[in-house]
């Protein structure tokens, strides 16, 4: 058990631009979700995954943004033409489907976006 | 709709003090309830969690949490903190969809 990773785990780019992040979950965790998180506050949900379909988009997720897992493994964050406001740290989690002890969600580093 | 509430945003406490980080929730159905650890820079870590049974739950680097349902209250605690404790605290509340809705935070700091 390597931990959920995530790629890069820091990102600096310019307004207007294009970024994509990497979330690489524990092997056999099918349920992927993504969370940001802004400066003094805690995660808030986006989106989630069970295994390759996409099941709960939330309302923060605009249409700049989109999220994939092709093949139910790693997933994407992709977020077009930034905006200084999406500056914040991405978080992946993932977790088995399921009840009881594997409920449990299992956080990434988090990848944080700098908008210049 | 569910919604965490941690009253406390900083905690400030003596090194080897007991300490107590507040959360109360609302939620119409049953919850699991989780305490999570983020240090700088870093994603989160899970300190302990209640899914069911037991009402007082043990974590990792001897925290505790007590569920109470009339209060709908899930209080952190620890009997003797140190140093290395110093970090922010969430709490988080789970159900239905398997999405959690955090807290704002505490940001608990031990002082030498």
């Known amino acids: 058990d390597t931990g959920v990773s995530q790629n890069p785990r820091h990102k600096i780019t310019k307004r207007g631009q294009n970024v994509t992040f990497r979330c690489d979950p524990i092997s056999e965790h099918n349920r992927l979700y993504w969370y940001r998180q802004t400066l003094g506050q805690g995660p808030e949900f986006l989106t989630y995954?069970?295994?390759?379909?996409?099941?709960?988009k939330s309302r923060l997720l605009s249409d700049r943004f989109s999220a994939e897992r092709p093949k139910g493994s790693f997933s994407t964050l992709e977020i077009q033409r930034t905006e200084q406001g999406d500056s914040a740290m991405y978080l992946c989690a993932s977790s088995r489907f399921g009840t009881g002890p594997s409920y449990e969600q299992y956080f990434g580093p988090g990848t944080r976006l700098t908008v210049t | 709709a569910q919604s965490v509430t941690q009253l406390d945003s900083q905690v400030p406490v003596f090194e080897e003090a007991p300490v107590e980080l507040r959360c109360n929730y609302s939620?119409?159905?049953?919850?699991?309830l989780f305490w999570y650890v983020q240090y700088p820079n870093q994603g989160l870590q899970l300190l302990l969690k209640y899914l069911s049974g037991s009402t007082l739950v043990k974590g990792i680097n001897g925290f505790e949490a007590e569920f109470n349902k009339s209060q709908t209250s899930f209080h952190l605690r620890k009997p003797s903190v140190h140093i290395s404790d110093t970090a922010e605290y969430f709490c988080?509340?789970?159900?239905?969809?398997?999405?959690?809705?955090f807290g704002t935070g505490t940001r608990l700091k031990v002082l030498a």
């Open positions: 995954f069970q295994n390759e379909a996409q099941l709960e």
């Open positions: 988080a509340v789970g159900s239905g969809t398997y999405k959690y809705i």
């Open positions: 939620s119409s159905v049953s919850v699991y």
